[in-house]
C-alpha cells in the first residue's frame, strides 16, 4: 500500500488532515520519528525487525507438525488484511442450503478474528524486540499472540475500559474504518462468537504477551449449525475459485486450472460438482467447452 492508497481510505472515512509528529519509539540504531514508516513502508522489518506478522497452520492440536508458515511483513494494514485472508484460506467452510437461498458458514465468524488480528497489531509493543504477532491456526482453535501485556488497565476491565499504547497507531486505524475508538473491541468479538453458537474467547494476558483463542466448530458440528437443512462441503480448490469469484464475476475452467495449478480432469470434476450443489452457474451445456464461463449462483 502506498501513501496516495492510503490517503484514499483515509478520505473515505474522515475529512480532516493526520499529522504523524510524535516519536514511537528506538529500537537499535533505528530512530522512528513518527509513525509513517509502519504505514508506507515495502518491508517494515527494514526499519524495525520484530514488527511483522506470522501466520501458521497446523495439524492436529499441537505445535509438532506445521502445514503452512507466512510471514508478513507490507505496512500494518497490509500485515493485517494478508492475516485475515490466511485464516480464510485455512479454516473450515460449508454452504447452508434452503430453497433458493445459500448462506456461507465458516468455522470461525471472520469479523471476529479480524478485530483480534487487527487489536494485535494496533497494540502489541513496538518497543519489545525478539518477538512479533502470531496467528497459530489448529484444527479446532485459534490464537491471536502480540508481545505486550495488558497496558493501564486490568484483565477485569477489558471491554469496559478503553486504553491505547500507541496512540497514533490506533488513530490512523480507526480513520482507515478498521476499529473503533471506544474500547468495544473485545465485546465484539464475543457478540460475533454468541451470534455463531459458539463460547467466548478466552483470553490470557501475562506481563510480556496478550494471547486470545477462538474455539470453533468442529467438523461433526457443522451439521448441527444448520439445523436440519442441507449442509454442503467444498475442497480448498473449489473455496479459492469461489473467492475469484467473487472479485471477477465469471471465469473459465482454465481460470480454474491456473488458480487451482490443476489438470483439465480435476477442474472438470470440482467443476461440475459446484454446478450440481447449485453453488454456481454455466454459460452454456457442454462439460468439457475450455470457454464455458461459471458465475455464483
Known amino acids: 500500500m502506498n501513501k496516495e492508497e492510503l490517503n484514499l ?30 504505514f508506507f513502508s515495502k518491508n517494515i522489518r527494514d526499519l524495525n525487525r520484530s514488527a511483522y506478522t506470522t501466520c501458521i497452520l497446523f495439524k492436529g492440536d499441537n505445535r509438532a507438525r506445521i502445514i503452512d508458515r507466512k510471514d508478513y511483513e507490507g505496512c500494518l494494514i497490509e500485515q493485517v488484511e494478508d492475516a485475515v485472508r ?13 430453497g433458493l437461498v445459500r448462506k456461507e458458514i465458516p468455522q470461525y465468524p471472520i469479523n471476529a478474528l ?3 488480528i487487527t487489536n494485535a497489531v494496533m497494540h502489541r509493543d513496538y518497543f519489545e ?15 491471536v499472540v502480540n508481545p ?10 477489558l471491554g469496559k475500559v478503553c486504553a491505547r499504547r500507541n496512540e497514533l497507531i490506533a488513530d490512523l486505524f480507526k480513520m482507515c474504518q478498521m476499529v473503533e475508538k471506544a474500547g468495544t473491541g473485545i465485546q465484539r468479538m464475543k457478540d460475533a462468537m454468541d451470534e455463531a453458537g459458539l463460547k467466548e474467547p478466552k483470553i490470557e494476558a501475562s506481563e510480556n504477551f496478550f494471547i ?86
Open 9 to 38: 481510505i483515509l478520505q473515505e472515512g474522515e475529512t480532516h488532515k493526520i499529522e504523524f509528529k510524535e516519536s514511537l519509539n528506538d529500537i537499535g540504531d533505528i530512530k522512528f520519528k513518527n509513525i509513517v514508516p509502519l
Open 86 to 98: 490466511f485464516v480464510e484460506k485455512n479454516i473450515m467452510l460449508t454452504y447452508q442450503i434452503k
Open 114 to 116: 479480524r478485530e483480534a
Open 129 to 143: 524486540a525478539g518477538s512479533n504477532v502470531f496467528v497459530y491456526i489448529y484444527d479446532d482453535f485459534i490464537e
Open 148 to 157: 505486550g501485556g495488558l497496558f493501564g488497565i486490568s484483565k477485569d476491565d
Open 212 to 297: 486470545i483463542t477462538f474455539y470453533g466448530h468442529k467438523k461433526d458440528e457443522l451439521g448441527r449449525v444448520s439445523e436440519g437443512k442441507e449442509i454442503i462441503s467444498i475442497n480448498e480448490r473449489q473455496r479459492r475459485f469461489i473467492e475469484m469469484l467473487k472479485q471477477k464475476n465469471e471465469l473459465t475452467r482454465i481460470d480454474y486450472e491456473k488458480i487451482n495449478n490443476t489438470s483439465k480432469r480435476t477442474a472438470i470434476r470440482d467443476l461440475s460438482d459446484l454446478f450440481n450443489k447449485k453453488i454456481v452457474a454455466d454459460t452454456t451445456a457442454s462439460r468439457t467447452d475450455p470457454n464455458k464461463k461459471y458465475k455464483l449462483k
